[in-house]
């Protein structure tokens, strides 16, 4: 080894072991930080107490949320399904045509429902805390495709008009090896 490589190497070994500091350490000053958080909350309650008042009041965080039940009128290969939905959100919600969904493991049929008795119910305005129930006739599916009996869960998606998905709910309709 040269003696040039013996003086480099100690050189860094020296310089390693010193404790070096080269600049000052900088802490956050805590004026600033008081005033920032001040300003914070002034606009929070700025905009709290300027927001709209009164029967027009509007929430401070719109939630659209809604609660979907099925019920069956047999346990097996029932014939009618009552579709009961309840607005529990904060807001009123247009609710476009339900996604009715017959689902075979492999295979899905889709579709949407229009109303009742050839009275078409959609899109549906839907005021907040309201409940609607609609009768789903199973036996009008089935005299348009028979393969549809063999179908053993259904399941019925709601979305809104601008086409965000509220939520969904599935039944079965009859027995299946496996619940999928």
Request: aromatic share 14%; glycine share 4%.
């Amino acid at each position: 080894m040269s003696m040039l490589k013996k003086y480099y190497i100690l050189f860094v070994l020296f310089i390693s072991a010193l404790n070096v500091s080269a600049q000052n350490e900088v802490k956050p000053d805590g004026d600033k930080l008081i005033w920032m958080l001040l300003i914070l909350v002034v606009t929070i309650i700025l905009f709290w107490v300027f927001r709209k008042t009164g029967k027009g009041k509007q929430p401070l965080f719109i939630i659209q949320r809604i609660k979907i039940e099925l019920e069956k009128n047999r346990l097996y290969y029932p014939d009618y399904i009552t579709l009961t939905v309840k607005n529990i959100g904060n807001t009123d919600i247009d609710l476009d045509r339900p996604l009715l969904t017959f689902d075979n493991f492999w295979l899905k049929r889709k579709f949407r429902l229009k109303g009742i008795e050839n009275r078409s119910l959609y899109p549906l305005y839907f005021v907040k805390g309201n409940t609607h129930t609609l009768n789903i006739d199973l036996n009008h599916f089935y005299l348009y495709d028979r393969k549809l009996k063999r179908y053993p869960k259904v399941k019925i998606t709601l979305f809104n008009v601008k086409g965000r998905r509220l939520g969904s709910n599935s039944v079965y309709l009859r027995k299946t090896l496996v619940k999928f």
